[in-house]
């Protein structure tokens, strides 16, 4: 995926440093500043992201950085992620950054993970409720885990949802939406299986059953089956998924599951950065 050969912009990491580290860090002003070695450990099990936003922060603060892992490895507890070596000052400026930047990525990346591996080859997928500032990392934390990041911004894909049908109305969405962008594919979301049927006559090319239970989303599927409308069109279950109910969503027979837990749910992963080794030459 392109999104994950993504690198940072300077523009980002140097709002990022400002946004933590001030005017100065004057703590580390109590620190004389010499050469040291620093390291950081993944304090528990998972799989790593945000490596190389780090190591961009790190070498935009003049510091040397050396790894034996990449974004994706699979990590325990105790293995050591990243080396930094360089001025003390510059490292302390940047822990919290870069931790941070490994935490939230990490326990994105290790969620998404764990979905894919239980959803049956159903494609994991994920939303826009995700941090402001921070989507790209995040929807490239969920790619890293081997998930599909979904739309970025409402440029990237047609998707009417229940609003707009409200304001427009249904089959007057669909056919606007056709008529102003006639090579786009439009997704349309439902919330009963009559309204399945009818946007697939309709010519759409995604249902998104929404906040449908896995046994109205069967019965759907079935009745798509039946009016020969199934093979033609791609099916999504999104809404109130969750590690308890996946294998449920997964076994309904849609394409794809998007998961709002990824970005808005996901635990992080904990590391911690210690200095092991000081230059007083």
């Known amino acids: 995926m392109k999104l994950l050969t993504v690198k940072m912009k300077i523009s980002d990491l140097e709002r990022f440093l400002e946004e933590d580290v001030g005017s100065r860090d004057i703590s580390g002003e109590a620190v004389p500043e010499i050469p040291v070695t620093a390291q950081i450990k993944a304090d528990e099990a998972g799989y790593l992201a945000g490596l190389e936003e780090i190591k961009s922060i790190f070498e935009h603060l003049a510091l040397n950085v050396d790894s034996q892992f990449t974004d994706g490895s699979e990590i325990k507890k105790g293995d050591v992620v990243l080396e930094i070596n360089g001025s003390s000052r510059s490292i302390l400026a940047a822990e919290r950054l870069a931790l941070n930047f490994l935490g939230r990525m990490s326990g994105i990346a290790s969620l998404t993970r764990e979905c894919v591996k239980i959803s ?7 939303t826009r ?70 946007v697939a006559k309709l010519g759409v090319n995604t249902i998104m059953f929404d906040n449908m239970s ?59 950065l210690d200095i092991t080794k000081v230059d007083l030459n």
């Open 214 to 272: 896995p046994e109205e989303i069967n019965y759907a599927v079935d009745e798509l089956k039946k009016a020969d409308l199934r093979s033609r069109i791609k099916l999504e279950a999104s809404g109130g998924i969750n590690m308890g109910n996946i294998k449920e969503f997964a076994r309904t027979g849609v394409d794809m599951m998007s998961l709002g837990i990824l970005t808005h749910s996901s635990p992080w992963v904990n590391f911690s």
């Open 129 to 198: 409720k995700t941090t402001p500032g921070f989507r790209e990392y995040e929807k490239k934390a969920i790619a890293i885990g081997g998930g599909d990041p979904h739309r970025f911004t409402l440029s990237d894909a047609i998707l009417i949802k229940d609003n707009h049908i409200k304001i427009a109305g249904l089959e007057k969405a669909i056919m606007n939406a056709k008529k102003i962008h006639p090579t786009e594919e439009i997704e349309i979301e439902v919330d009963n299986s009559k309204d399945a049927i009818k």
């Open 120 to 126: 049956g080859g159903v494609t994991i997928a994920g």
